[in-house]
């Protein structure tokens, strides 16, 4: 069966630097990938997605994700992080079914 | 911009009893879930449903759950005899035809407080 593990519970890093969140997923072939954001109190957006063709995929807020087949990853980076970005960031996983399965998530905090 | 719209906000509701979670999906999506968060958690897929039937199921959807459809516009989720470990939130979401490589639409979620 297919998982999807985001290895980091929670990360911190300070405004303005570089950010980038794991996810890594087991399937035999390529499934589609999504990273979702989750602010307090709200549901789950939509950053970006990866079905096929060009691996590095751009999202809305200046994230992109990049995806690596032989490290069966889709690592979410963003090169300068904001005060707003703080939230927290799911990875997820359909391969071609109805389900679409999330990783445990990351929380993200930025300090000043 | 269309979204998908979930009621109640917030339930409390005692032991036993029965919770009726209300959501309205997208007006043109085709696909639509349930998923569950417990506080702190991972978001959990609970249940798909396609063409007014379920099309898949996780474990977690047993016989206390069920899906319905009842006006083509509402979806809801009840849990018939709460236990204190369905005390979660519960989002709804929604998806347009074709490919499984659409995006889920989510609602804000109901958090569901069982005492």
């Known amino acids: 069966a297919q998982s999807v593990t985001q290895p980091d519970i929670h990360i911190t890093v300070s405004e303005g630097a570089s950010l980038e969140l794991r996810c890594n997923y087991s399937?035999?072939?390529?499934?589609?990938l999504f990273w979702y954001v989750q602010s307090p109190g709200q549901g789950l957006q939509l950053l970006l997605k990866y079905f096929s063709g060009d691996t590095l995929v751009q999202g809305i807020k200046g994230f992109e994700a990049e995806f690596k087949r032989s490290q069966s990853s889709f690592n979410l980076r963003k090169p300068s992080v904001h005060w707003s970005d703080a939230a927290e960031y799911f990875c997820a996983v359909n391969t071609g079914g109805f389900k679409t399965i999330f990783g445990a998530g990351t929380r993200l905090f930025v300090k000043a | 911009e269309p979204e998908v719209t979930q009621t109640p906000s917030h339930q409390v509701t005692q032991m036993g009893q029965e919770v009726i979670l209300r959501c309205v999906p997208i007006s043109n999506h085709l696909y639509f879930y349930w998923y569950r968060q417990i506080l702190g958690q991972k978001v959990e897929f609970l249940v798909s449903?396609?063409?007014?039937?379920?099309?898949?199921k996780s474990e977690i959807f047993d016989d206390q759950f069920s899906v319905e459809r009842p006006d083509g516009s509402n979806f809801t989720l009840k849990i018939r005899s709460t236990k204190l470990e369905d005390s979660a939130m519960y989002f709804c979401?929604?998806?347009?035809?074709?490919?499984?490589?659409?995006?889920?639409?989510f609602g804000e979620g109901s958090r569901l407080t069982v005492l």
């Open positions: 399937y035999g072939a390529t499934p589609y």
């Open positions: 979401a929604s998806r347009a035809g074709g490919a499984n490589t659409g995006e889920l639409f």
């Open positions: 449903f396609y063409n007014n039937e379920i099309s898949e």
